[in-house]
């Protein structure tokens, strides 16, 4: 049983976490890098992840959806910080960004970013260029 459970919402960010007697654990969502896309809903082990639309008001852009996390669900098992193609939530463990499903490694680790040895592709070859979004 967690010694404490805190929600804290502010403009920008939403805060989930436990503490524990040795522990604390944290999970961030940055609402300015959050699209709603809902990967995180969809991937969440325990369905710890809600998403919540916005209403529209007229005369003002359209917000996208915004994220909601059940406190009491979360395991903080870090799949959705893994998984997050916009890296807008982050799992904590006192305080060091640790995704504990990578380090268990239950979980695959996503490459984000690919190189390209140009000096192995032939001249005329437009391949990578048309996979370039």
């Given at each position: 049983?967690?010694?404490?459970?805190?929600?804290?919402?502010?403009?920008?960010?939403?805060?989930?976490?436990?503490?524990?007697?040795?522990?604390?654990?944290?999970?961030?969502?940055?609402?300015?890098?959050?699209?709603?896309?809902?990967i995180c809903k969809?991937?969440?082990?325990?369905?710890?992840?809600?998403?919540?639309?916005?209403?529209?008001?007229?005369?003002?852009?359209?917000?996208?959806p915004m994220i909601?996390?059940?406190?009491?669900?979360?395991?903080?098992?870090?799949?959705?910080?893994?998984?997050?193609?916009?890296?807008?939530?982050?799992?904590?463990?006192?305080?060091?960004?640790?995704?504990?499903?990578?380090?268990?490694?239950s979980f695959p680790?996503?490459?984000?970013?690919?190189?390209?040895?140009?000096?192995?592709?032939?001249?005329?070859?437009?391949?990578?260029?048309?996979?370039?979004?």
């Amino acid at each position: 049983m967690p010694m404490k459970q805190l929600k804290t919402e502010t403009e920008n960010e939403l805060k989930v976490e436990r503490i524990l007697h040795a522990k604390r654990y944290a999970l961030t969502l940055d609402k300015n890098l959050c699209t709603g896309c809902g990967i995180c809903k969809i991937i969440c082990p325990r369905e710890a992840i809600e998403i919540k639309t916005v209403s529209k008001i007229a005369g003002q852009k359209t917000k996208p959806p915004m994220i909601s996390v059940d406190e009491q669900k979360c395991h903080y098992c870090g799949v959705c910080n893994s998984m997050c193609p916009f890296g807008a939530l982050k799992v904590q463990v006192d305080g060091e960004h640790v995704i504990p499903v990578l380090k268990t490694e239950s979980f695959p680790q996503l490459i984000r970013e690919i190189e390209v040895d140009t000096k192995k592709c032939k001249l005329d070859c437009v391949e990578c260029e048309k996979l370039v979004l």
